[in-house]
């Protein structure tokens, strides 16, 4: 009589549990797009520091990579894009090695952007050189990108190299617009 009993039990329970899984409603699959052929959407950030993962998509040429400071050659040129706004500010940080000035004397650090100088560092001890400098806002171009360039003169090169060996600036630590 027992097991009559559990037997029935366990028919009514699985009678029970498959009337319950009718299973969730059935719906068809969305039409499939494709993706839109246009450009990507630009990336707006105007502010590059030489220990983010990223740094590499801001150097146009002459920028070693970075772990906090990036070695900077014989034209280094950053690119952003930037949203041209009153009241814009470059701003730019960079070391100057002892061994460098050294070998060279004082160096001097001419800053353009689009082709503009904007002003200029001199360097004269070994350390840290900040430089902040407004940014005539006809300067920049809606819609394209802002090319910074910077001329480190002289240029050292090392005196154990031949000629012709890689000529270094300084190293920069982080440049972009605020």
Not at 31 to 42: E, F, L, T
Not at 108 to 114: D, E, F, G, S, V
Not at 131 to 137: D, G, K, N, S
């Amino acid at each position: 009589m027992r097991n009559c009993f559990i037997r029935k039990a366990s028919v009514y329970v699985l009678a029970a549990f498959l009337s319950a899984c009718g299973g969730p409603a059935r719906y068809s699959m969305p039409p499939q797009r494709q993706p839109s052929a246009g450009p990507d959407p630009p990336d707006w950030r105007s502010f590059v520091k030489f220990n983010d993962p990223d740094q590499s998509g801001f150097v146009v040429q002459d920028i070693g990579p970075g772990d906090g400071q990036a070695w900077t050659f014989d034209h280094p040129e950053l690119r952003f894009r930037i949203r041209p706004r009153p009241g814009l500010r470059f701003a730019l940080t960079i070391r100057m090695a002892g061994q460098t000035l050294r070998d060279t004397g004082p160096v001097t650090i001419t800053i353009k952007i689009n082709g503009h100088v904007l002003g200029e560092i001199r360097t004269v001890l070994e350390g840290v050189y900040h430089f902040e400098q407004a940014v005539p806002i006809d300067w920049i171009t809606i819609g394209e990108p802002v090319h910074v360039a910077m001329e480190a003169n002289p240029l050292w090169t090392d005196p154990s190299n031949p000629p012709g060996a890689m000529r270094l600036g300084f190293l920069i630590v982080e440049a972009g617009f605020r």
